[in-house]
């Protein structure tokens, strides 16, 4: 007779078992697609307290354990001044799923109270900041982010919607502010709905937010522009269910030249300045 598993091991079991498809294959992809983990990496996989990053960590252990490709792995808590029930939860369910995390404090929570104007772009900047230096005093190279699927969707219709700019979410990226280290997002294909359903599976609780400022408050948290795109694209899929997809695809498929205006590389490049004439296909005139 085969014995139970503990929680840690249905946790990993379910991710290439349960949900093989939906998040390990997923996963598995997008690190091999954009090559996000190479032979000598050491990465830093950054863990809020929430399921994504937990159900983040979870994965890079197992393509730690069993993936052709030999990297160290560390796992950073940035305490930025949690409640102690906060705290004590996150320390409960890393040792529930066997990550062995490394927690590290900072001034941020304090810092942000003091923000008038957008304070989760001020308190997010500050995070990457902290875990970039921390990550490198640990000898990493890397950070990974558990941002998903549905982070990057949701990301390019807030610059559309919202900051009146075209951009998408990378799966990677250099830091403009400390040299020699990258960011990935493994998650990368992976859907919040999936992640939601490896915790409900598992029956794991985690962090939402802990942010002070969102504790007092909730209306201004529930008015936040990432919500209300959230609620839009649900709304838009009860008539086309593949609309989030197209969403995401319409970052593969941009045809540069019917832009107006774009920037590569801190250049632009107006719409004049690019107008043309079309090339004559073959050779012939179209007459």
Same mark, same amino acid.
């Given at each position: 007779?085969?014995?139970? &598993? ?25 690190? $091999?697609?954009?090559? +996000? ?10 863990? !809020?307290? @929430? ?11 197992? +393509? ?5 490709? !030999? *990297?160290?792995?560390? *796992? ?19 040792? /529930? ?11 941020? *929570? ?18 990457? @900041?902290?875990?970039? /230096?921390?990550?490198?005093?640990? #000898? ?8 998903? &699927? ?8 807030? #610059?559309? +919607?919202? #900051? %009146? ?9 250099? !830091? ?10 493994? +998650? ?17 609780? &985690? ?5 002070? *400022? ?9 008015? !936040?522009?990432? /919500?209300?795109? $959230?609620?839009?694209?649900? =709304?838009? $899929? ?29 250049? =632009? ?11 004559? %296909? @073959? #050779?012939?005139?179209?007459?």
């Amino acid at each position: 007779m085969s014995r139970a &598993f503990s929680e840690r091991e249905r946790a990993e079991h379910s991710i290439i078992t349960t949900y093989r498809r939906e998040i390990w294959r997923r996963f598995a992809r997008a690190v $091999k697609e954009y090559a +996000l983990v190479q032979a000598g990496d050491r990465v830093a996989v950054c863990l !809020s307290g @929430g399921k994504d990053s937990m159900l983040l960590a979870k994965c890079m252990q197992e +393509l730690q354990a069993h993936g052709d490709v !030999s *990297f160290g792995l560390e *796992f950073l808590v940035m305490d930025p001044g949690y409640a102690p029930r906060n705290r004590a939860l996150i320390e409960s369910n890393a040792a /529930r799923l066997g990550v062995p995390v490394h927690i590290f404090s900072s001034p941020i *929570f304090e810092t942000v109270e003091t923000v008038a104007k957008n304070p989760c772009y001020v308190c997010a900047r500050m995070r990457r @900041g902290y875990l970039y /230096r921390e990550a490198q005093r640990l #000898g990493c190279n890397k950070i990974a982010l558990g941002h998903h &699927f549905d982070d990057v969707i949701e990301t390019i219709l807030m #610059g559309i +919607l919202y #900051g %009146a700019q075209m951009q998408s979410m990378p799966p990677k990226l250099y !830091s403009s502010r400390h040299p020699g280290m990258q960011l990935i997002r493994p +998650l990368y294909y992976v859907h919040e709905e999936d992640i939601v359903r490896w915790k409900e599976y598992n029956g794991l609780e &985690f962090l939402h937010c802990a942010c002070r *400022f969102t504790e007092r408050s909730e209306e201004k948290e529930e008015l !936040s522009k990432r /919500r209300e795109v $959230k609620r839009l694209i649900a =709304r838009l $899929k009860e008539s086309n269910p593949n609309v989030d997809i197209n969403i995401f695809r319409s970052a593969y498929n941009v045809h540069v030249d019917t832009l107006i205006e774009y920037d590569s590389r801190g250049v =632009r490049y107006p719409f004049l300045s690019r107008y043309a004439p079309k090339p004559i %296909a @073959g #050779g012939e005139d179209d007459e």
